[in-house]
Structures are given as C-alpha cells and as structure tokens.
C-alpha cells in the first residue's frame, strides 16, 4: 500500500535543515530537554493530580530526519489493521507493477508530508510504537525535536531555558494523560482502527474521493476551508471522527491548560512566550498558510484553543478533581457539543448522580452511537507552529 522506505528516504532529502549550532550548543539542548522533561512531569503530576505511579523518565530527543523515520514507523502500526484488511478477504489484486508503482508514489506523497511537518513540530507523545519483543519498552514514548525547539525560540527571541521547559509542560501532560488513565490509549488505538476499517476500497468510490480531494486543494488554494481530511471521508467515517475530535480537543486542550497554569510558577516569561508564541502560530507566508489549511494543521489549532477553554471552565467551576471526573471511562468524555459549552458537561458528569461506566459495546475498546465520547499526540499532539 505505502512504500515505507521511500517514504523515510524521501521526507529525509526534502526535510529543510535545522537551525545552525556548534556543537557545545547542541550537547547543551540535548542535556536541557532531558533533565527538562523529568522535572515537567514532575510538576504537571503534582497540578493535574494525576498519577500513573511511574518514575518520571527522560524525553527521546531526535533530530527532524528522526522525527521522520519515528513516525513512519508509527503509521506502519497503525495502518497494519487496514493493510491486512487490503491483502485478505479474498480480494482480488492489482497486477504487481501496478501495485508497485501506486505504493512508490504514495511513499512519495507520505514522505513530502512528512518532511513538511518535521520543520514544525516541537515534540510529541508516540502512542504507537512497533512490538518489543522482550515486552519491556513502555507502550509509548515521549518525544522532543531539538532543532525545531531552538529555532523557535531564536525566533521569538525568548528565554532558551524557560521556553524548554514550556514545551516540555505541554508535552509531559500527554504522557501523564496517557499513563495514568489506564484505558485512554487503547480507547485512541481502536477508534482510530475503527475509522480506518470504515474506509471505501472499491475503485469507483476511491476515484470520487479523488475528485473531492483535487476540489478541497483548489478549495484551500483560493484561500478557502477546504482541507484533505474532510474531503476523503466516508460518512461513517464523519461519524468517527467527531469522537476521535471531541477527545483530541480534550487532550490538546488540556496539554495547552496546564503549561500556562503551571507555568507562572516555574516559567518567569511565560506570558511573553505565549503571545509570541501565538503570534507566530498564525503567521507565514500564504503557501505555508495555504498547506496548513490543506493538512488540517489550523484545525489543529482551533482545538488547542477550544479545549483549553473548556478546561479552563470546568477547572474554575467544579476545581481540579471535579474535571478529572473526565478521565473516568468513555462514557465521561465530553462531546464535541459539551466542549463548546461546558456547563452541559458539568451537569451531566459532575453534579449529576453517579455515572455508570459501562465500557463502549461491552468493552473498553469498543464505541457506541449512544456514548458521548472520543479521540496526538499528537498524538500528536504537541505545540506545533501553526
């Protein structure tokens, strides 16, 4: 389906290089981000109350080639479901040329993406990492793009050490997220199987999803709201995705929340970092505006700034253990429309009688129509220049 290789090797040639640093001043980022990270988790454990009961451990950190190749190796686990589902079935194959060709450019496309996020993303958490067979490394892994973090924060012109540990607030709030709310990964994990296996194979139906997808980059090209994500999907797909939106905002929001509440007591200049922050969040050129609209990168945003305030609400409202009530099951995971208005939220999981938890379809992987619920990062989801 995707020539891997060629998307590692094509996303590594096109990736612009990092900012220019001696040596000395990149042993120096390298050892900041470590020691950084195990003292954000610490802080963000203590804010959040919550507690996976794990030793806070040091970030990877990588360069953008490694940022690369550590996600394509995340998108071969994650599609694995859908590329069994291609190859079984009894389905009839293509002829191997064609097969051959169709995954090389695929790998083309995959990597030129790639390549174009790896100058922009600060960090994120790893949800799927491939099998380790001695069945000892953690289920994910935490992630810091070096070169990426000391651009932004030349550009800014803010302090090195207080924007490192601002990212890593963000970005050790994921972990946490994730490490100790036992049943959110693989909640995330089968949502996100679930949307896949919910996609068209026939041809006819992937060469009108072709049709809407040319009609979406012509749509963002004139500097409209199209975007990629929305023009290949299914309608069952649509239905999905709001609940793998509706936990993502959660997610993201709350990385957001919690490096700006922690942040006045460990980071001085956190207030100048955030509003410059966001000023280059919604900046540059038309191009680069043009692909983040066409990758659903301002979506992204818009998800930063919608959880947050959701987060913000209920955390002023009902008080930290009121809103960590959210981490409880699916079941109390608020919907996009409790996002947008937090009070329905409140009243249905915190002042209301008990919940029952009943896993989605009998367990806690499954999902239901009648469950409001939902799904980086990343994960993705780390601070990212918009």
């Given at each position: 389906?995707?020539?891997?290789?060629?998307?590692?090797?094509?996303?590594?040639?096109?990736?612009?290089?990092?900012?220019?640093?001696?040596?000395?001043?990149?042993?120096?980022?390298?050892?900041?981000?470590?020691?950084?990270?195990?003292?954000?988790?610490?802080?963000?454990?203590?804010?959040?109350?919550?507690?996976?009961?794990?030793?806070?451990?040091?970030?990877?950190?990588?360069?953008?080639?490694?940022?690369?190749?550590?996600?394509?190796?995340?998108?071969?686990?994650?599609?694995?479901?859908?590329?069994?589902?291609?190859?079984?079935?009894?389905?009839?194959?293509?002829?191997?040329?064609?097969?051959?060709?169709?995954?090389?450019?695929?790998?083309?496309?995959?990597?030129?993406?790639?390549?174009?996020?790896?100058?922009?993303?600060?960090?994120?958490?790893?949800?799927?990492?491939?099998?380790?067979?001695?069945?000892?490394?953690?289920?994910?892994?935490?992630?810091?793009?070096?070169?990426?973090?000391?651009?932004?924060?030349?550009?800014?012109?803010?302090?090195?050490?207080?924007?490192?540990?601002?990212?890593?607030?963000?970005?050790?709030?994921?972990?946490?997220?994730?490490?100790?709310?036992?049943?959110?990964?693989?909640?995330?994990?089968?949502?996100?199987?679930?949307?896949?296996?919910?996609?068209?194979?026939?041809?006819?139906?992937?060469?009108?999803?072709?049709?809407?997808?040319?009609?979406?980059?012509?749509?963002?090209?004139?500097?409209?709201?199209?975007?990629?994500?929305?023009?290949?999907?299914?309608?069952?797909?649509?239905?999905?995705?709001?609940?793998?939106?509706?936990?993502?905002?959660?997610?993201?929001?709350?990385?957001?929340y919690v490096m700006d509440a922690v942040g006045p007591s460990v980071v001085p200049s956190v207030s100048e970092i955030r509003t410059r922050f966001q000023e280059r969040r919604e900046g540059g050129s038309r191009v680069d505006r043009t692909v983040r609209r066409l990758l659903g990168i301002d979506l992204k945003m818009k998800q930063y700034a919608e959880g947050s305030a959701f987060v913000r609400t209920v955390v002023e409202r009902a008080g930290m253990d009121g809103f960590n009530k959210v981490w409880g099951s699916p079941s109390t995971l608020p919907t996009q429309a409790e996002?947008?208005?937090?009070?329905?939220?409140?009243?249905?999981?915190?002042?209301?009688?008990?919940?029952?938890?009943?896993?989605?379809?009998?367990?806690?992987?499954?999902?239901?129509?009648?469950?409001?619920?939902?799904?980086?990062?990343?994960?993705?989801?780390?601070?990212?220049?918009?």
């Amino acid at each position: 389906m995707i020539d891997w290789d060629l998307a590692v090797s094509t996303g590594t040639r096109l990736v612009r290089p990092g900012p220019q640093v001696t040596r000395e001043e990149a042993r120096q980022a390298v050892s900041d981000l470590r020691r950084l990270s195990r003292e954000a988790e610490r802080h963000v454990r203590e804010f959040t109350r919550i507690d996976g009961g794990a030793a806070p451990q040091a970030a990877t950190i990588v360069d953008r080639p490694g940022w690369i190749k550590a996600n394509v190796e995340g998108f071969r686990v994650v599609l694995e479901p859908l590329t069994r589902r291609m190859s079984g079935e009894g389905r009839t194959q293509p002829p191997a040329i064609v097969a051959a060709v169709g995954s090389r450019i695929t790998g083309v496309e995959v990597g030129a993406v790639l390549a174009f996020l790896a100058s922009r993303v600060l960090g994120q958490y790893e949800l799927f990492l491939p099998p380790d067979p001695s069945g000892k490394a953690p289920t994910g892994r935490l992630t810091l793009v070096a070169p990426n973090i000391v651009n932004a924060e030349r550009e800014l012109g803010v302090d090195p050490g207080d924007f490192r540990l601002w990212v890593c607030l963000h970005e050790e709030t994921h972990r946490v997220q994730f490490t100790g709310v036992p049943w959110l990964r693989e909640y995330v994990r089968s949502q996100m199987t679930e949307f896949l296996l919910a996609s068209d194979l026939d041809l006819p139906t992937l060469l009108e999803r072709l049709r809407t997808a040319a009609d979406a980059v012509a749509d963002a090209v004139r500097g409209g709201e199209g975007n990629l994500i929305d023009a290949i999907q299914t309608p069952e797909q649509k239905k999905i995705l709001e609940r793998l939106t509706a936990v993502m905002t959660l997610v993201e929001g709350h990385g957001d929340y919690v490096m700006d509440a922690v942040g006045p007591s460990v980071v001085p200049s956190v207030s100048e970092i955030r509003t410059r922050f966001q000023e280059r969040r919604e900046g540059g050129s038309r191009v680069d505006r043009t692909v983040r609209r066409l990758l659903g990168i301002d979506l992204k945003m818009k998800q930063y700034a919608e959880g947050s305030a959701f987060v913000r609400t209920v955390v002023e409202r009902a008080g930290m253990d009121g809103f960590n009530k959210v981490w409880g099951s699916p079941s109390t995971l608020p919907t996009q429309a409790e996002i947008a208005d937090p009070d329905r939220w409140i009243a249905r999981v915190v002042t209301a009688p008990a919940l029952e938890t009943p896993h989605l379809n009998g367990s806690p992987n499954g999902s239901a129509e009648t469950a409001p619920g939902p799904v980086d990062g990343d994960g993705d989801g780390p601070p990212r220049e918009g």
